[in-house]
């Protein structure tokens, strides 16, 4: 997996659009952990976070992930309709 321990800023977009596999939950417990309380990580999602856990291979590690993602974050919850196709619209 590449380093991620310099970057300032982790962007994840469209986090949980599928499962992750066993290795892919212990890679991203791996990156929350280099992570934790010395850089950003900004992480995007359609799913509420109550959803998350079941993105993850394995309760125990959703756990651990979990618990980091949340014990040193705020989270921004947005509501409101898709705002794409208005988007579009106004460039043109």
Sequence with gaps: MLSTKN???LI??????AKMTAADTRDFLE???DRN???SCIIISQLPISNW???FFHPTLAEAIMDRIQSNSYKI?????SKRGTLQNDIE
């Design 12 to 17: 994840l977009d469209d986090f949980g659009l």
């Design 77 to 81: 919850e947005l509501k409101g309709p």
């Design 7 to 9: 970057v300032d800023l």
């Design 37 to 39: 309380t010395i850089k």
């Design 53 to 55: 856990y079941d993105i």
């Design 31 to 33: 990156l929350i952990v």
